[in-house]
């Protein structure tokens, strides 16, 4: 699945009351097998579970609350559909269970730092995402700062990915994150994307997710729920920065995006 050429499209399931943009959408079983089953059938290539919020000021959610909210949904989608699911934690037994539930992909915001999370994605043998964070959540966009960010957030990620490897873990199956909003103010992001290119210079795939987020808005001077245009604007342009996968809310905008691009550069098929 990693090793198509063509960038993907990633469904964003936010099982939470209170994520940034979505927040409430999809916070029952019913509600977020229902929104990821749309975007199923709208095209999406892979679905993000994910049961904390990590939005700037997000409160902390138990080990056991974030397994009580993603888990049943895992379970309901492997046995409703064949499209890949990732999780979207940092905690070593949610990566387990959910893994053993039928997540393909772990999505750590965290980058395998948090107790166990190393060795946990290892046993788990499924690739991993790795993404950069300037602080923690709750204090994380107070006021991000850096000398180069591109340099820093690269050399981050190197890092980290010899931690993986170090402990098992093939470079084929490591993905990078740059963050975009995790830690970094609008310059810092558009600098990012602009050389988004390096990120993968080392072998490595790349996600990214800027979908609906403040530097959407503040050049658009929208609210969350008028940032399509603009995400799907972002979207494209890291589609030509080499993004592997591209993490959104607006599956179907997206998609469309994406039929445009790959006819753009691979041409009109027309058989």
Not at 55 to 67: F, H, K, N, W
Not at 147 to 165: G, S
Not at 225 to 242: F, I, Y
């Amino acid at each position: 699945m990693l090793g198509d050429k063509s960038p993907q499209v990633m469904g964003i399931i936010n099982v939470t009351p209170d994520s940034f943009s979505d927040g409430g959408e999809h916070n029952t079983v019913s509600k977020a097998v229902q929104g990821a089953l749309n975007m199923v059938n709208e095209g999406v290539h892979w679905l993000d579970v994910g049961g904390e919020s990590t939005r700037p000021g997000a409160s902390v959610v138990s080990e056991q609350q974030e397994l009580d909210r993603v888990i049943p949904v895992i379970q309901a989608l492997k046995q409703q559909t064949s499209t890949p699911i990732s999780i979207d934690t940092s905690k070593a037994a949610v990566m387990k269970e959910a893994v053993s539930a039928g997540a393909s992909m772990i999505n750590d915001v965290c980058a395998l730092q948090q107790d166990g999370a190393l060795k946990a994605a290892k046993d788990c043998n499924v690739p991993v995402c790795l993404m950069h964070m300037q602080g923690k959540p709750q204090t994380m966009q107070l006021a991000p700062s850096y000398e180069n960010v591109v340099d820093e957030v690269f050399a981050f990620l190197i890092d980290r990915a010899k931690a993986c490897i170090d402990i098992g873990i093939a470079n084929s199956n490591i993905l990078f994150d740059p963050g975009f909003g995790f830690g970094k103010n609008s310059n810092h992001n558009y600098h990012l994307l602009r050389n988004l290119t390096i990120f993968s210079s080392k072998g490595n795939k790349v996600l990214v997710g800027m979908s609906r987020k403040r530097m959407i808005g503040e050049v658009t001077q929208r609210d969350n729920d008028n940032r399509v245009a603009g995400s799907v604007a972002a979207a494209t342009l890291a589609m030509h920065c080499g993004a592997h996968i591209i993490r959104v809310h607006d599956v179907p905008q997206t998609m469309d995006a994406l039929k445009v691009f790959n006819a753009f550069k691979y041409g009109v098929d027309n058989k």
